[in-house]
């Protein structure tokens, strides 16, 4: 039988291509969107799983987040609106928390271990938990390029917090090790750069002039209809490049800028530092980034801090004076709810590009999971008793979407995040017995 089907094998015109074909170019590797014209014997279920999470600290305003009902009969609250478009392919979870992070103090104790369930410590040493986030990428990452993404819109926090924990655990959502956060890239042009390899000359090299031989021939093999679908991804790659590159061009001079001022670029405030000054446009970027990661399959695993616990960043384009952490002592506010739905607004734009990617019979969004989480709920009570959480995509369809889950009335134990962080690691084909606090699986997700 295996010589006969090596037969057939040679027998197939060489034009013909597998499904999850690629581009090849100096040092540069693009995987192909689906298209119908390549090989397509596997079932949907085959397409890359991809994992990613969303985060903003201080908590959201609790009068304006619900949700109730389900498919298209859900209603949305003020400040999840910005899903209305994509309901069907969410689900709103309430009550869920870590135990473990709530008596233990504010902020730093609260935030932590917020990916990992983990007991985290005082003092100058660090310790946590690995994340969620990395032991999925230690099981798949070896499968892309780039095993997971980390990327923020802030700049870390330095120090201690009055409660004698290090700020590191205020302003890093993923830990690659108990000791060991995982540094994060706030500049879009680097992480685009660490994402595509771009090293050295490579730097200034186009990735689309480089895989464009290959990109035309095989636009010759397929049919009309995916010459367009690759067509408006290539551009799709290209215009998100070309935003990046006047970005390197903005940090290279902050960085020329800081060596004359003999302090380092990160130091200085925004934009002098090269970082966007708009953070609208910060945030699209790194959403683009993100979406282009996953349907490159260039990496499958990403973590993106919206906005750190202790954040500083203002709001003028949302008529805010003050910074979100000083805002979130007031969050039942008319302005912070406004920032609220800012951070959800990034959700859904990053849930709606995947989206419009096709993959197979559905989208690149319809194999994922998004995640997106505060470490409060009430910011001017410092409550972490229960978490607002939404996730967007069906994980291959292992995930069952459009619906809002109350666990609130449910007991401590089963109500645990950690138990939510084991369902989706098991529809990821990552198999563990425990993590963080729960060894148990999250009932009727």
């Known amino acids: ?83 209305e478009p994509i309901k069907k392919k969410i689900n709103v979870i309430d009550g869920l928390f870590h135990k473990r992070a709530t008596g233990q103090g504010i902020h730093p104790a609260q935030t932590g271990s917020l990916l990992s369930g ?29 095993p997971s993404m980390t990327l923020a819109c802030e700049q870390p926090l330095t120090g201690y917090h009055e409660t004698n924990f290090s700020m590191a655990y205020s302003s890093h959502l993923s830990w690659q090790s108990p000791d060991s956060p995982v540094p994060n890239e706030v500049y879009p042009s680097l992480a685009f750069d660490n994402l595509f390899e771009n090293r050295g000359l490579l730097r200034n ?62 130091s200085m405030e925004r934009p002098a530092n090269g970082l966007p000054e708009d953070l609208r446009e910060h945030t699209r970027l790194m959403c683009d980034i993100v979406a282009i990661g996953f349907q490159t399959d260039r990496t499958r695993v990403a973590t993106m801090l919206l906005a750190n616990d202790l954040s500083a960043q203002i ?58 989480l505060s470490n409060l709920w009430i910011g001017r009570k410092h409550d972490n008793t229960r978490l607002p959480l939404v996730l967007a995509g069906g994980l291959g369809g292992t995930l069952e979407t459009g619906r809002t889950l109350d666990y609130l009335g449910a007991s401590d134990e089963n109500r645990k995040m950690c138990s939510l962080f084991l369902s989706i690691m098991d529809r990821m084909g990552v198999k563990v017995d425990r993590f963080g606090d729960a060894d148990t699986r999250l009932e009727r997700l």
């Not at 007991?119 to 099981?139: E, S």
């Not at 910074?323 to 959700?347: K, P, V």
């Open 1 to 83: 039988m295996l010589i006969q089907k090596r037969r057939q094998e040679s027998r197939m015109p060489q034009s013909r291509i597998s499904r999850r074909a690629v581009l090849r170019g100096a040092g540069v590797t693009l995987a192909l969107p689906w298209l119908e014209s390549l090989q397509a014997s596997t079932a949907s279920g085959a397409f890359p799983k991809r994992f990613g999470v969303l985060f903003m600290g201080n908590g959201i305003n609790e009068d304006h987040w619900s949700a109730t009902g389900s498919g298209a009969a859900m209603k949305l609250s003020k400040s999840l609106e910005p899903l």
């Open 118 to 146: 983990a007991n985290i410590q005082r003092g100058p040493i660090l310790k946590a938990g690995i994340t969620i986030d990395q032991l999925i990428a230690n099981q798949i990452g070896q499968d892309t390029a780039q």
């Open 205 to 266: 090299s186009s990735i689309l002039d480089r895989v464009r031989g290959r990109a035309e021939a095989l636009s010759r093999k397929v049919s009309a209809n995916d010459k367009a679908k690759l067509d408006e991804y290539l551009s799709s790659v290209r215009e998100v490049e070309k935003r990046v590159e006047r970005l390197r061009v903005d940090k290279h001079n902050a960085d020329e800028l800081a060596k004359q001022k003999n302090r380092p670029t990160l």
């Open 315 to 372: 709001y003028p384009f949302l008529q805010m004076r003050e910074g979100h952490h000083s805002a979130s002592h007031y969050n039942n506010s008319d302005g912070y709810e406004r920032i609220t739905r800012f951070y959800l607004s990034q959700l859904a734009y990053l849930a709606m590009k995947l989206d419009a990617m096709p993959e197979g019979n559905g989208t690149v969004l319809d194999n994922s999971c998004l995640m997106f």
